[in-house]
Nanobody, 127 residues
Framework: QVQLVESGGGLVQAGGSLRLSCAAS????????LGWFRQAPGKEREFVAT????????YYGDSVKGRFDISRDDAKNTLYLQMNSLNFEDTALYFC????????????????????WGQGTQVTVST
């Protein structure tokens, strides 16, 4: 059984950086994609980034392109999100998610393509 456990959130000043981690235990060839979504209070869950596990091809949401970097450590089954140049609008609960669909990348921002979710880690950016 796949479990996703996020860590690394916290409070950071605007302009600062944070690195989130997601430990994905139990993946046995069915974790075709792992990604990050975020949800701010009163807003819908928003796609942040995803990585196709087999090829390490990455995709980003427009609001984080050029500032965030998604990566994975295949040996550790761990997903990372390096977040730089953080601003107040990045404040949210960040979720790690798994897609078991081989073709999930055809619509990678659609959260319905992801079937497992972590509990989330809070990121708060102060001005």
């Amino acid at each position: 059984q796949v479990q996703l456990v996020e860590s690394g959130g916290g409070l950071v000043q605007a302009g600062g950086s944070l690195r989130l981690s997601c430990a994905a235990s139990g993946c046995t060839g069915d974790c075709h994609g792992l990604g990050w979504f975020r949800q701010a209070p009163g807003k819908e869950r928003e796609f942040v980034a995803t990585i196709r596990w087999s090829s390490a091809t990455a995709y980003y949401g427009d609001s984080v392109k050029g500032r965030f970097d998604i990566s994975r450590d295949d040996a550790k089954n761990t997903l990372y999100l390096q977040m730089n140049s953080l601003n107040f609008e990045d404040t949210a609960l960040y979720f790690c998610a798994r897609s078991n669909l081989y073709t999930y990348h055809s619509d990678f921002a659609d959260l319905r393509r992801y079937d497992l979710w972590g509990q989330g880690t809070q990121v708060t950016v102060s001005t």
